[in-house]
């Protein structure tokens, strides 16, 4: 169980670790800065949700914790955990195909609606952690 006590933090390659499924009631961590960006995360049981300057990021129903997150206009990859199946939503750029990959295995493309959402579940075991990898086509 990888969850991050503080909330959220930079790692040393750069990436950054966010989310504690663990809590019972909700916690918020705001004007976080890493890499000249301001995030603000909100975490607890029932969800997990990041902002990067005040734009939507990640969100997952329930929580979950996330580690070493890396985005770049390509796509984004990721690790993440909880103690249950998830759902989990991804600002990313509008109306664009995707290539989605969960546990290194493709689950096919999918592309973002108007707003830049794209949605997926992730089947997750709180002891193992699950590499999602998203890339734009």
Do not use: C
């Not at 990888?2 to 705001?30: C, H, P, Q, W």
């Not at 600002?91 to 707003?115: C, P, R, W």
Request: glycine share 10%; charged share 25%.
């Amino acid at each position: 169980m990888a969850v991050v006590a503080e909330l959220i933090r930079s790692e040393a390659n750069g990436t950054i670790s966010f989310g504690d499924y663990t809590l019972g009631a909700k916690s918020k961590l705001d004007n976080f800065e890493h890499a000249g960006d301001l995030y603000k995360v909100k975490t607890f049981r029932e969800i997990t949700k990041l902002e990067r300057n005040g734009m939507f990021v990640y969100e997952s129903v329930p929580g979950t914790a996330v580690t070493n997150m890396a985005a770049s206009e390509n796509g984004v990859e990721f690790e993440v955990e909880g103690p249950e199946d998830a759902e989990i939503t991804l600002g990313l750029m509008e109306e664009t195909e995707y290539d989605v990959f969960v546990a290194g295995k493709s689950i096919g493309q999918m592309k973002t609606n108007l707003g830049g959402k794209l949605t997926l579940s992730v089947e997750l075991d709180p002891e193992t952690p699950v590499a999602v990898k998203v890339s734009r086509v």
